[in-house]
């Protein structure tokens, strides 16, 4: 089973997973040297240092047909994007990018913050959030991007 953890930090959720002792190959796009040195060691591998996988200079391109997303294409069984959804430069364009890595049976598991809970100051200048999310308008972009809800 192939399973990528976007922007996982260390140890990311590839602790739990190792512990269900299923045979699993691990994998994860995550910007920070240090944090992809750790994952490399703790059996990760590193496809990426930024969403959507493009070989351009450009990270915020979305191009959804570059080299290296076809070499993904209907690859991951399992896609986990916890809390990172908001930093897309345009969210629709990187949902459609995660299915078209998922295999036919894949799912994305998608975790994002509890907006009623954030305090006022949270939506500040300084923040680089893009989008905040609600249960409603996340199932509204995956319907969007061409995905099912479970």
Excluded: W
Aim: aromatic letters at 10%; hydrophobic letters at 35%.
């Amino acid at each position: 089973m192939n399973v990528l953890e976007l922007g996982p930090g260390f140890p990311g959720l590839f602790h739990q997973l190792k512990l269900t002792g299923k045979q699993l190959n691990l994998y994860s796009v995550e910007p920070n040297p240090e944090t992809n040195r750790l994952l490399e060691d703790y059996g990760v591998k590193s496809i990426g240092l930024s969403f959507p996988l493009t070989c351009s200079s450009n990270s915020n391109s979305d191009n959804i047909n570059s080299r290296q997303t076809n070499d993904y294409s209907q690859y991951f069984d399992i896609l986990i994007c916890c809390n990172i959804l908001y930093y897309f430069e345009n969210p629709i364009n990187s949902l459609k990018h995660m299915l078209s890595i998922l295999s036919e049976h894949g799912v994305i598991l998608i975790d994002i913050l509890n907006n009623n809970i954030l305090p006022k100051d949270y939506y500040k200048e300084s923040n680089t959030m893009r989008e905040i999310f609600t249960k409603k308008s996340l199932e509204i972009a995956i319907k969007m991007a061409g995905g099912d809800l479970l």
